[in-house]
């Protein structure tokens, strides 16, 4: 992976094949595959995808955006926020979704708070 900071604080994250080989070893029966990119608005929101992104659909494609942009806040923002973002993908791969959307908002309200 590899990502592109904004100077709005907006970020694009791009992968590749290997990068979906990877998460799909975390979720036996993801079809994540292929390559692309997500775009995340300063407030982490997810605004774009293009690629394979754009046509995936469903929770694996959910928490890999999530890996994603974890994996692209941890390039940006090092030191202290490490550990959150390792938090965060703890939190995108185990439990049910509606659970893991919430822990990653009361996450991300944490980061903003500090």
């Not at 030191?79 to 009361?106: F, W």
Request: hydrophobic share 35%; proline share 3%.
């Amino acid at each position: 992976m590899r990502v592109h900071a904004q100077a709005d604080g907006a970020m694009t994250v791009f992968y590749g094949l290997t990068d979906c080989d990877e998460f799909n070893r975390g979720w036996p029966c993801s079809t994540v595959k292929g390559r692309g990119s997500w775009v995340f608005d300063k407030d982490g929101n997810l605004v774009d995808a293009t690629g394979s992104a754009s046509k995936g659909a469903g929770e694996e494609w959910v928490a890999f955006s999530r890996d994603c942009q974890v994996w692209g806040w941890r390039r940006r923002l090092p030191g202290s926020t490490i550990n959150d973002a390792d938090k965060a993908v703890r939190i995108t791969r185990y439990g049910n979704p509606e659970e893991r959307v919430a822990q990653l908002l009361e996450l991300r309200e944490s980061w903003e708070a500090k």
